[in-house]
């Protein structure tokens, strides 16, 4: 089966840096994405690992240990603009590119 | 350039009618996947298909169904519909369905009365 963990909500200051978990299981790996979500719109791309180690984008970093099943989200310099849900979607060994998404969490900024 | 584009954004039905749903991916892609969002839940795959053909299925009755065309548009298909379809239905866009970034659309808010 496939399961993927991530807290349903977290809270945070404006210009503080927030840490958001994932941890997976599942029958085969080929990547981890990060989408952000605000409400009632559409995923959009964050970022994407698919070997160990960390990735940096801007405000934006993802880190990936495949060994331990485990991967976060690293928000640095919080804006209001950044409460939203953070959706962790894995591609499991399926030969095709199907994501299976956690739950988000939702990640509220408060000034 | 045009991101995923999707049609109708709002739909409402009654439950045993029947919907279909339209998405056009981003130009030059190749794969179309869909998944159904209920309220407070992560994105469920329903289907990708790539150069026409069906790559993949979830777990979702024979009521869906789907299919791409020659230009790589997509409908999906879903009769008899209950209460339990009310949901947000993303269709996402990739170059070959393999393991580069899914791109996905505004989406469709169908709600079941």
């Known amino acids: 089966g496939q399961n993927i963990d991530q807290p349903t909500e977290m809270t945070a200051t404006e210009g503080a840096i927030v840490q958001i978990n994932c941890t997976y299981q599942t029958s085969g790996f080929n990547g981890l994405f990060w989408y952000q979500q605000h409400a009632g719109e559409a995923p959009t791309f964050l970022s994407y690992?698919?070997?160990?180690g960390l990735e940096e984008k801007g405000r934006f970093s993802s880190f990936l240990s495949r060994s331990k099943g485990y991967s976060y989200l690293l928000l640095k310099e919080l804006q209001m603009k950044d409460s939203a849900s953070y959706l962790c979607?894995?591609?499991?060994?399926?030969?095709?590119?199907?994501?299976?998404f956690g739950t988000g969490t939702r990640l509220l900024v408060s000034p | 350039d045009a991101g995923v584009t999707q049609s109708p954004t709002h739909l409402i039905k009654t439950r045993g009618q029947h919907v279909t749903l339209r998405c056009s991916p981003i130009?030059?892609?190749?794969?179309v996947s869909w998944y159904q969002q209920v309220l407070g839940q992560g994105p469920q795959f329903i289907f990708q298909?790539?150069?026409?053909?069906?790559?993949g299925r979830g777990n979702f009755p024979d009521r869906f169904s789907a299919r791409q065309f020659p230009n790589y548009s997509s409908e999906l298909n879903v009769n008899a519909l209950l209460l339990g379809d009310s949901a947000l239905y993303l269709c996402a866009s990739s170059l070959q369905g393999g393991g580069e970034t899914q791109y996905f659309g505004p989406g469709t808010r169908l709600l079941v009365l």
């Open positions: 690992n698919v070997l160990d």
């Open positions: 130009s030059g892609h190749k794969s």
């Open positions: 979607a894995v591609v499991p060994g399926t030969g095709f590119q199907k994501l299976v």
């Open positions: 298909y790539y150069e026409k053909e069906e790559r």
